[in-house]
């Protein structure tokens, strides 16, 4: 594995981190517009039980697709710690640590509920928890960009703030439709700005060092 990150280049990563991130995307939203979308009540887990038992082999689809996306997650973080180490090795190490604790923690919890270890409630704490630890990458990930000096800090910004709002996605405010709204987009905007960013200016990254602090 270390030989495998010295030798990718930050241009690579950095095409790897948005291509991964946009694939993703892609994933979650056939699985959450096409195989579940008259199946699981966000935030029912009474429902999202009774659905699982009456549904199971449109749910087994659907953890399939959760699983191909926990993987991108799991090298979306070794490639964002390559773009990263040149402007700091130890904040770049904490942002992918973070999500590969995040991109864990969600399978084992979905192939807990998968093979009935584990019953909607038990996943929606270890999702929780998952969830955490994401929302705490997402902040260490924006002031890294912040601070990379090579990134817009922007997006760094961006990326910090939205790292708050998964705190109303935690607590589940009974917000406005319209916050709502307005929350779940700086979620989804932060990130795909980042990987679209990556995308076009990879070629502009500066090359990976141990010297780096």
């Known amino acids: 594995m270390n030989n495998l990150i010295t030798n990718l280049s930050t241009s690579k990563a950095a095409m790897i981190v948005g291509i991964a991130f946009i694939t993703s995307v892609l994933i979650v939203t056939i699985v959450d517009d096409f195989l579940l979308a008259n199946f699981v009540v966000p935030g029912d887990t009474k429902v999202l039980s009774n659905d699982i038992q009456a549904n199971e082999r449109l749910f087994g689809y659907a953890v399939v697709g959760y699983l191909l996306v926990l ?15 040149p402007a700091n090795k130890h904040l770049a190490s904490l942002t992918t640590v973070l999500r590969l604790l995040y991109a864990l923690t969600l399978i084992m919890g979905v192939l807990a509920l998968a093979f009935k270890s584990i019953d909607a409630y038990g996943y929606a704490s270890i999702k929780l928890l998952g969830y955490v630890f994401f929302a705490l990458h997402i902040f260490i990930l924006g002031y890294s960009v912040f601070k990379s000096a090579y990134i ?58 141990d010297s780096t602090p």
Do not use: C, H
Request: positive net charge.
């Open 71 to 85: 993987v991108l997650d799991a090298i979306i973080a070794i490639a964002l710690y390559v773009v990263l180490k």
């Open 152 to 209: 817009p800090k922007i997006l760094g910004v961006l990326l910090v703030v939205a790292s708050f709002t998964y705190i109303i996605f935690f607590v589940d405010f009974q917000l406005p439709e319209a916050l709502n709204v307005i929350t779940m987009l700086t979620m989804a905007v932060a990130e795909l700005s980042l990987s679209i960013w990556l995308l076009v200016q990879r070629k502009r990254l500066p090359a990976q060092t």
